[in-house]
């Protein structure tokens, strides 16, 4: 199959579309419509739409309404998912209208954001959904003129008969109700795409822009409270007592409660969510009129705490972690042939760490959710990246059927991970479930810095053989807190490339919550293993980019079935990024770092172009070349790149954060270093072209960055760095223009 490239650059899209109101509707299920055990209502009337959020709804005038089944948080499926069902559909896209679908186990599945996998898992059903529809409206047609569907043609949901008579979607909606779900129906052809592999602009752009409603933070009912929960100040602490007079006493603070023994019980339990991450700690929660009146409260609470476990601190961690390193302790996660025997045979032996610390998600949005418990029901409302898991949780933590619970889900002012953790839902729960009335638990910046799940410390020590000019061993030992890589990442390249490889792992348990953070694991592990193939050319004197094109050569025709990548698809995105970069032919004084990486299921190569300006190293430039099959929204795709990207340089370049006495370092952007809009490089893109399955994109491209950013640094300065977050290298910046210029 031939492949090609197309280059995105940034457009901005105004225009507007609107729906049109009425008519009749008719229902198709988005994941089991194609099941013949699912029925289509028979009697329309008696449906509350308001309900129903597994289906495609037709209006008599034509007018479609698809409903997104997964969670939003910029990843752009609210958009995407709908484009793929419109598709098959054969709908004009100016008449779609697009709904966040709420939790609903029966039709949906994997209702979740999370691992960049939305799109890969959700491919195939939601063309058999938009197609299953277009079929049942197609026979709809062929009973009315009398003719076999076959005969018949569709476009933009308008069916046309051999004769050149027409009716549209809406004329049918009525007949095709009553029908049979088809179990056979056929899918487009990608040359035949109308709406997949066009620009569309993100479905709720006009009212985030406007500052509509949408967000978490926005949702509001009749009556209802707004909760602030002081939790303990350092990891490590519980509530022993606490005095709320004086918080009592101000404007607009109507009670104050404690909560935490319904979560001690959840986490004593056996049933207890890897999502729930809950500090078994007593907590103190203010509940007022508005969320500043209940900020004011929180802080009037003179509250006494204890010591329960030890307090950590980045110099404990520090040596913790070094420790694991140097010991013998480790669960061997991959093993290829011998790396003792390799390292005891060769002529040369390359070993380097690599360090990060902890990391806060610093969404936009701080964590907030709405809660209403009843003995009817439980209402949540709120942004929430794994909302199945979320309700059962609740359901535990409350005693309750998880049939009592309804949950719907708002777009999230960023997610990265943070919001996979469900400890804010479970809190507004027990406190909604406390005082039996409808709240709002709202976390302010401080709360979410200093009291959230942090992307876990970790080093990695990388080991490298040489014999005779060749790479013959290869070891990669992890040291993490809390928990170690998941088990695919140690087939990622450069596995099956090298013939003794291993993967240890190994982690100390901290008190510390640690969770996944955008792309865990491989956000650092990338930056790690791709400097240390540079450096690792350097020692064996060979070219960077022929290292990596001759170790996947051996990949080639591997009937290793553990071996995630595509060694193909790796050599061509490593050809591309040399290609558009114009790697090796940059001008004075522009210097350039390399990588290429697998993860997520999506290939990707980027190039850094970094100068010197005033004495200091800038990353100027990043050319990225992305092969992640099927694009659906071009748009959507660039924004994703673009941002992975932005967001990896941000944080390798400053990221900094840790623990002292078990309290965190900084609780807001004063002593939080992001990178900031004027530090933001210029980033081009290069989609590959090809028919194959969509994967992921909101990950992909961040853990690249820092990799190729360390290497370009080392080209610009001739220093390599060896710790996140780079600007901490005091060496490196002191670095002067007319030392690297002459």
């Known amino acids: 199959m031939s492949q090609s490239s197309i280059q995105f650059s940034r457009r901005n899209f105004l225009r507007t579309s609107s729906l049109a109101s009425g008519g009749l509707l008719i229902g198709f299920n988005l994941f089991t419509a194609c099941k013949s055990d699912v029925k289509p209502p028979v009697d329309l009337a008696d449906l509350n739409y308001n309900d129903f959020n597994a289906f495609i709804k037709i209006a008599k005038n034509g007018a479609v309404t698809i409903f997104s089944p997964n969670p939003e948080i910029g990843q752009g499926v609210k958009t995407s998912m709908p484009m793929i069902i419109a598709e098959e559909l054969d709908v004009s896209w100016d008449k779609v209208y697009v709904q966040q679908g709420a939790l609903d186990t029966k039709n ?68 095709a109700a009553v029908l049979e779900v088809p179990e056979n129906v056929t899918l487009k052809e990608p040359k035949d795409y109308k709406i997949i592999g066009t620009d569309r602009r993100n479905v709720d752009i006009d009212k985030i822009v406007t500052g509509q409603p949408l967000f978490g933070i926005d949702y509001k009912e009749e009556g209802m409270l707004y909760a602030s929960v002081l939790r303990p100040p350092a990891f490590g602490q519980e509530l022993v007592s606490f005095d709320a007079t004086e918080a009592k006493a101000l404007p607009g603070v109507i009670d104050v409660i404690q909560i935490g023994d319904k979560a001690k019980a959840l986490l004593g339990g056996e049933k207890v969510n890897w999502t729930a991450q809950l500090s078994g700690s007593g907590k103190v929660v203010v509940l007022a009129k508005t969320t500043w009146d209940a900020f004011k409260g929180k802080k009037a609470i003179k509250a006494t705490w204890k010591e329960a476990t030890p307090l950590e601190s980045n110099e404990f961690h520090d040596e913790k972690l070094n420790a694991l390193l140097d010991g013998k302790e480790f669960v061997t996660m991959r093993k290829d042939g011998d790396v003792d025997k390799a390292f005891a045979q060769a002529d040369k032996v390359l ?18 959710f709405f809660a209403n418990v009843t003995d009817e029901k439980i209402h949540l409302v709120g942004p929430v990246q794994t909302p199945e898991d979320a309700a059962n949780t609740v359901a535990e933590l409350l005693g309750r059927d998880v049939e009592d619970i309804h949950l719907e889900m708002t777009r999230m002012g960023g997610g990265f991970g943070r919001r996979l953790y469900g400890d804010f839902v479970y809190e507004a729960a027990e406190i909604s479930n406390a005082v039996r009335k409808p709240i709002k638990m709202v976390s302010s910046r401080e709360d979410d810095m200093s009291t959230g799940v942090y992307r876990p410390a970790i080093k990695y020590r990388i080991k490298a053989a040489i014999k005779d000019g060749q790479l013959t061993g290869y070891q990669l030992k992890e040291a993490a807190i809390n928990v170690n890589m998941y088990g695919l990442i140690p087939n990622f390249f450069p596995a099956g490339a090298v013939e003794n490889y291993q993967v240890d792992v190994a982690n100390y348990k901290s008190n510390i919550t640690t969770g996944a953070w955008r792309a865990p694991y491989t956000n650092f592990l990338a930056y790690a293993e791709q400097s240390f193939f540079d450096e690792l050319a350097e020692e064996m004197e ?58 997520h299921n999506t290939h990707v190569a980027e190039v850094a172009d970094v100068q010197i300006e005033n004495g200091l190293p800038v990353v100027k430039k990043v050319t990225c070349v992305v092969d992640c099959g099927i694009v659906i929204n071009p748009m959507g795709a660039l924004n994703q790149i673009e941002g992975g990207i932005v967001d990896g340089i941000g944080h390798s370049m400053y990221g900094s954060f840790g623990f002292e006495n078990g309290q965190p370092t900084a609780n807001n952007y004063d002593k939080y270093r992001l990178g900031r809009m004027k530090e933001a490089a210029v980033v081009e893109t290069h989609l590959v072209q090809n028919e194959l399955s969509p994967t ?47």
């Open 108 to 175: 949906y599945t994997r209702q979740i954001a999370g691992g960049s996998q939305s799109i890969r898992f959700g491919w195939d059903a939601l063309r058999q959904t938009g197609a299953t529809a277009k079929q049942m409206l197609v026979n709809a047609a062929a009973a009315r003129w009398n003719v076999d569907a076959s005969e018949l043609s569709v476009s933009e949901g308008i069916i046309t008969n051999k004769a050149g008579e027409t009716l549209s979607y809406g004329d049918v909606v009525d007949e």
């Open 351 to 368: 070993e380097r760490t690599y360090e990060s610390p902890f990391l806060p998600h610093n969404c936009m949005e701080p964590m907030n």
């Open 542 to 599: 060979v070219d960077k980019i022929k290292m990596r094109l001759d170790l996947l050569e051996k990949v080639k025709g591997t009937e290793d079935e553990r071996i995630q990548y595509s060694p193909e698809r790796m050599q061509n995105i490593i050809k591309m990024a040399v290609d558009k970069s114009g790697w090796g032919k940059q001008p004075k004084g522009t210097y350039q770092g390399f990588v290429a990486y697998y993860c």
């Open 696 to 742: 992921g994109l909101g990950e992909p491209t961040l853990p690249p960055a820092g990799g190729a950013v360390a290497n370009a640094l080392k080209a610009a300065t001739g220093k390599r760095v060896y710790k996140q977050p780079f600007i901490q290298d005091a060496e490196l910046w002191k670095v002067k223009e007319e030392e690297i210029l002459g």
